[in-house]
């Protein structure tokens, strides 16, 4: 399952140290043929969304579909030559999706991806790349990927007292499963040696193999879509999140929400067994 490109670009670019900022602005556009129901299916039960919706031709794409969908464009933009984007050291960082209407297997697709910018800060580089799904000609899924390229050396960052959390609303278990990172690496095709190889994994600085933080971010968008929406994917307006600690696959994740000012907006966390965040200052709109 080793994605020899990625490979072979991370190899190439592990002594860099620099973004290069001239690539700024690069747009990868895409025609897709539809997707299948197969597909469809695939990637939601990797993600603990067994909908028999997805099932159906012409039925909808679970809501984080999307991701697989721009994962090809990402990956040009991170295989750009003379870009000096150091894979062994970039971890996904920060997630923003905004649905203006559901996606539906069986029918043709276009993307625009860009990469908008890179910004320095105390933990590294945080690379944006922007994108934009269009079914009928028409705006579907928008959304912004947060890449930070951790230091060489890791600064120890002073950081703001963190903000009093609001009051809990509920917090719901999520199961995950040893071997899942396998299965969002073959539905997803995100197959960054750090979910599927021991080796790379460890020499990333990481105890593990470790979860996807996009599959991470689906499983909890299915269980608040559950909790608030009534399981009606149709009715997710928003998720946004930061990625703050890796998620280990087998060990359970608890989502919590806040109570917040938005009538139809939840703040949530989702924490690892000892309670530590791995998905933090999350937001999630419905209609």
Known sequence: MMDWPLLWTMLKNHRANRVNRGKIGHTETMELPPVSAE??????????????AYEKSGGPLP??????????SMKRIWQLPGLHLNLLRMVHAEQTVRWHRPLYSGRPLRLA????????????????????CYADGKAAVEGVTGLL?????????????????????FRI?????????????????????????????????????????????AMACR??????????????EKIRCRFSRPAIPGEPLTLVA?????RRGVPFEVRDESGRPTIKNGYFRYR
């Open 223 to 236: 269980t608040l879509t559950d909790a608030l929406a009534s399981g009606d994917s149709a009715r997710i």
């Open 149 to 169: 390229v951790r230091t060489k050396r890791h600064r120890q960052v002073r950081l703001p007292p963190p903000d009093r959390l609001p009051a809990e609303r």
């Open 113 to 132: 991806v860009t990469l908008t910018g890179v910004q320095s800060t105390p933990a590294g580089e945080l690379v944006k790349i922007s994108g934009s």
């Open 63 to 72: 809501p984080l579909y999307i991701a697989k969908l721009v994962l090809p």
């Open 173 to 217: 278990g999520i199961a995950s499963s040893e071997g899942q990172q396998f299965d969002y690496a073959r539905a997803s095709g995100d197959r960054n040696v750090i979910h599927t190889s021991e080796w790379a994994a460890r020499a990333a600085g990481l105890p593990r193999t470790i979860l996807h933080g996009a599959c991470v971010l």
């Open 39 to 52: 597909d469809a299916a695939a990637f939601g039960a990797a993600t603990g969304d067994p909908n028999p």
């Open 258 to 262: 806040y109570e917040g000012s938005d």
